[in-house]
């Protein structure tokens, strides 16, 4: 056996973002499979690549099959479009493998082009250290870099572009599992602990460090900043808060308020990246840092709370600074208050009465202005959630063009040229 269960590695891990048509991710995992078995010689029945078919929970522990194979594999494809680049399970993935192939670089002073980014869908900006990897061929056809991998599997009339793509991968794959041998990743792989190759570096920092608020070069305006109000697991014990804390993971953005358990801050970042945003996610540190960068660029920021956080002191005083943010009650609101809180969460049901008062303290001036489209204080359900947030995002970009902070001020009377005249003395019968 070539991969799982025997001596050699997989030629090859994929790496996708999970929600993605999983149908289409898996018939090209199937087709690319079946070339590089015919070029590597080995039997039908040889695993030769890894895809995982499970969707892997925030704080939630990798599956030994996952971890061997990524630790082990010779190659790294990975499925590119805007959700990728937000997802922190492919982050994180890219990572491992990245350091794997950054230690055999530097110990052997060569290039080895294997870790492969192929566009699945097109992406309007991509982060630099998937750019510099960016697999090319000049016998690729165009529709590839114009509409992505799958757009080819789709259409009847590029089925010959597509057949060639995935030849000329799987030569590439066996190719170059032939010319180099990776190190294996040292030491135990722990979800939480390994970093987002994609975040900033605040983002990917665990609570506790010190962290500076993420400021994206060059600033864009289309970009939200996703707050989550929620406490850690261990936070959440500590001050007895509830007695289901199952919600809660190791850090405060882990928190996944819905069933299935994933991170809410995975549902925004889905959301964002479907809206053509790009997007950061964290806690309530260094809050007006973020809000005072986050108004200087004209960008978005979307508080996701958990109702229970309003008993935690700290928490109380960041959302009383969120709820008086705007200069006066009169503005309108360029940032969002979500307050994701599950149907089937009975405890929450039982205590609402109470909750409700909390938040009604909290947010006064959000309660007393009642912008529905701005302010969610009860959002049921993942998919009522992911439908709120879609209006808010796009109410809230809308709201900034208007009230946005202007960049290129109009240049001063002072030296400029006078008004053209027209000259009616020089027209025909003056």
Known sequence: MWGWGGAL????????????????????????????????????????????????????????????????????????????????????????????LRRYEENTRGNAPMLIPLIWVPSSRMPERALIRQYDHERLDPAY?????????????????????????AKHIVDQAGSHSLPSHAGPLEFNEIPNAFAAPSVAAPHGETAKAEQPSPPTSRYVHFVIAAPSRKEASAAKLRNDLSFYGNSRPDWAPYEPPLAIAESARTVASEQSFECAVASIERLPERMQFAKENN??????????????????????DVDTWEESPEETETSAVMIPCSAEDDETRQHWRDLSYELRKTFVSRFARSDDRMFRPSVLSLPAFEADLRVALSVAQNRMHVKGVPHQPLPEDAGSPPRPVLDLSALPGT
């Open 299 to 320: 960008q978005l920021i979307v508080f996701l709370v958990d109702a229970w956080a309003t008993k935690l002191t700290d928490h109380r005083r960041a959302l009383l």
């Open 9 to 100: 590695p997989y030629y090859f891990f994929l790496s996708y973002a999970r929600g993605t048509i999983d149908d289409e991710v898996e018939q090209f995992f199937k087709d690319l499979s079946a070339q590089v078995r015919d070029l590597a010689g080995v039997s039908r029945n040889e695993e030769v690549g890894f895809l995982d078919r499970h969707n892997i929970v925030l704080g939630a522990r990798w599956p030994d099959q996952l971890v061997t194979a990524l630790s082990d594999c010779s190659t790294f494809i990975a499925l590119t479009m805007p959700r990728y680049f937000n997802s922190e399970a492919c982050g994180k993935e890219w990572w491992v493998f990245e350091e794997r």
């Open 145 to 169: 870099h114009e509409d992505g991998l799958r757009q080819l599997m789709r259409l009847t009339d590029q089925r010959n572009a597509y057949i060639r793509a995935v030849s000329l991968l």
